[in-house]
Each structure stands twice: as C-alpha cells, then as structure tokens.
C-alpha cells in the first residue's frame, strides 16, 4: 500500500494513494493492457505462480491497473484492501458465494438492488443456502431472523430503489458476538457520503459503474475489507472469471480522483430536486434521505454526511403520469444505471418486471407511479426548469 499516514484528507488520498504504484515517470499512468506478465526466472516465475493477488503474472489474477484502484479505495473506505471485478454484480457474487456453503442462512433485505435479489433468492436455495428477508428499516426483525446457522447479514443502504435505511450500528452489534459476517452494498452513499467500514461492517461492496466511475463508460465492481477476507473473495472472482480489463481499471482510476468533488455536487443537486418534488401537487411522495420528512432521516443523519443524489418519486397517476414525465424531459435522460454526470431517471417498475415479480414488487413498494431519478452534475436551476416544464405536460 502506497498511503502516507501523513495525508488524510479524502480528496488528497483520491489522488495520492496511487502514485506510487506507478511504475513509471508518467503523471497520467499508463494502461498495462496485457494478458500476462513474464519472469526473469524459474524460481521467479514459480514463486508468482502461487502468490495472493500478484499485480504482475496473468491479468484474471490482477494487473497493476487494478493495483492502483483497489490502494485508493481501500484507503478511502478504511479498509485492509480490496478487489476490483468486472461489474458489480461480479463482486456481490463473489462476496457472497465465495463466504458461504450448503446449510449456511443468510439474513438479507426485502429490498436489494434487482440483480442481489435474484441472486439471494433464485440462486443461493438452489445450493441449498437458506435465505430470511427481513424489513431493513426495522431492527427487531433482523434480530428475530438470526439463527444458530446464520452466516452472513446482506445489506444496502440506503437501498435502490425507495432509499430506506439499515441501521449500520445496531447490525454490527448484532452480528459480532455471534460471529456473523456483515457485507454492505456501499454504491448510492460511497464512502463520500458513508463509511460503513467505520462501524465495524466487514466488508463493503459496490458497483463501481456508479459513482466510482462517475461517467457511464465503465462497468465496474469493488469488495473492500480486510486482507484476509480481501483474499478469500479473491479466490473465488479467479475462479468466477469477474475479472475487470486493464483500460477500465485505468478509466475507474481516473473517476476515483475526483469522487469527493462529483459526490458533493451530487449532494447539493439531489437535496435541491428532492425539496422542489416534494412540494409539487402532481407529485405524491419523494424518497429522499435528506429530507425532514424521510422517516428515517434522522438515522440516515447520523450515519451518512451527505444524501447522494439517488432519489424515487411517486406519482398521483401511477404509471400513465410516470411515463409522461420520463417523456417530456429534456436534460434528465431514460437510461438504466446511475451515479454518472449525466442525469438518468427510469421507471424501476418496468425496468425489473423479468428480476421481480408483481408479487415481489407490490411487496416492497415499488408502485407503478414510481420513477427513479439520478440526479448529474448539471446546473441546479436548469434541472428544476426541467423537472418543471416536463410535470406540467403530466
Ligand atoms: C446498489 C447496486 N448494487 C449493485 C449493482 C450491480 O452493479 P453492476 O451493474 O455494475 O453489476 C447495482 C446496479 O444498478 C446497484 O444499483
């Protein structure tokens, strides 16, 4: 690890941690887009063969592209170290399968991001790994689900797409005197907004396609944890195939470096859209942590330093008026994805009708009338103009 104790600031570390991994004199690093590596001899080469995530023998193995951003964001989550994968589906995989084993249970969310869900509950049964959902904004339920067996708490705050809270404290308390490892899907707060690490949360997962990457080119996933947990999952994304290429290590590297930036303006334009919806006659109800009227927010307050600009939005007239708006705007883009500079808004409804059935959605509240919006790093006045001119045609 290249960190200098010395230099904390988030923003310093963004740039800092990855400098001297390098290898070279150039201040832009350069794309080590090969497959493999050699050795200059047997012994060498033998020795390689076999070490824990060598930077420098096959590229499934690792690469120094990932080197570079697994240091930075290991010190920016406050962790030992961390992995790199190709999505982050690749990472939740390998987080969650590369930990458990027939007759393991898993205590996990009713509401996950689509792809966890499918994997929580399609796949893991299947290997014979029993799953309990719980309601994530209340504690009592995730008390009563543990059990002798329980393996591993799953969570994601805030959550995609309605932004409840989990209570990152009271899992922590719960899980480290039975021993159960806790995993959190960091993506919509990044460790900008919350560092779950901090509260003793094991390892922290994300789909680094969002914020980390920040431009939508890049598909990306991370796991930060300790070294031993780093290299455990480790082992089974080798076997997974997750593997992430050189020139999208190099493109999240670069999105890393101005994370502390984007995130901030992210912030102040998601509090802004969020406060303007919520007064909006044709609108019914706007999730949003940072709002007063958030019911956990004084939770999110106390866990998070800022509210992301993740936020959903329930419409008066359900699915006719969510399409409409999604129609009528200009600036805000229909496109799957989030966390980039551009603002994206989808209807989660239609988007995970193949992932969620009617039964899983009208269960965890994802309504026809519900519209999810990632909110860009444009101009505030010119986002609400949008937003405005497109609730009008509603
Ligand atoms: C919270 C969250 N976690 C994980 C994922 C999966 O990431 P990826 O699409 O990079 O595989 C997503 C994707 O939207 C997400 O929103």
């Known amino acids: 690890m290249s960190e200098d104790k010395d230099f904390e600031g988030f923003q310093t570390r963004a740039i800092y941690t990855s400098k001297l991994l390098n290898r070279t004199s150039a201040i832009s690093p350069p794309i080590w887009q090969t497959t493999t590596f050699s050795a200059d001899t ?17 590229t499934r193995y690792g690469n120094p592209n990932h080197e570079m951003v697994e240091a930075t964001l290991a010190s920016l989550e406050g962790g030992q170290a961390a992995l790199v994968t190709g999505s982050g589906m690749g990472a939740i995989f390998a987080a969650i399968a590369g930990q458990l084993k027939a007759g393991d249970h898993v205590v996990a969310q009713q509401n996950h991001y689509a792809g966890a869900t499918s994997l929580l509950r399609d796949i893991l049964p299947r290997w014979g790994i029993d799953v309990t959902y719980v309601d994530q904004t209340s504690n009592s339920e995730f008390a009563d689900a543990i059990r002798p067996e329980t393996r591993l708490i799953y969570v994601e705050t805030p959550v995609n797409p309605l932004m409840q809270i989990t209570d990152l404290e009271f899992i922590v308390d719960l899980a480290k ?18 560092l779950p690490l901090s509260y003793g949360i094991d390892a922290v997962v994300h789909s680094a396609t969002k ?39 190099w493109l999240l590297l670069r999105g890393l470096r101005t994370l502390g930036l ?26 949003y942590p940072g709002l007063a009227s958030h019911p956990q927010h004084e939770l999110a307050r106390s866990q998070m330093n800022g509210f992301t600009g993740m936020l959903s939005v329930e419409l008066r007239g359900g699915y006719a008026a969510a399409d409409r708006l999604i129609s009528s705007l200009k600036l805000a883009t229909r496109a799957a994805s989030l966390g980039g500079f551009e603002t994206l808004i989808v209807h989660p409804a239609s988007m995970w009708s193949l992932q969620l059935s009617q039964q899983v959605r009208d269960a965890t509240g994802i309504t026809d009338g519900l519209v999810r919006i990632s909110v860009g790093l444009e101009d505030e006045p010119d986002l609400i103009r949008d937003f405005q001119q497109a609730l009008d045609k509603v």
Not at 180 to 192: A, G, K, Y
Not at 236 to 243: D, E, I, Y
Not at 263 to 268: A, C, E, L, M, T
Request: hydrophobic residues 40%; charged residues 20%.
């Open 177 to 194: 005197p039975r021993g159960i490892l806790t995993i959190c899907d960091n993506t919509f707060s990044t460790p900008v907004n919350q």
């Open 42 to 58: 047997a012994e060498d080469f033998a020795e390689i063969a076999v070490a824990n995530k060598p930077s420098e023998f096959y």
């Open 262 to 287: 984007r995130v901030d303006r992210h912030n102040r334009n998601g509090l802004a859209l969020a406060s303007f919806l919520e007064t909006h006659p044709k609108v019914s109800r706007v999730h």
């Open 211 to 249: 914020y980390i990457g920040g431009h939508h080119d890049v598909t990306a996933g991370a796991f930060v944890g300790s070294k031993d947990l780093v290299e455990k999952v480790w082992k089974f994304a080798l076997v997974a195939g997750a593997t992430l290429s050189p020139f999208d290590g």
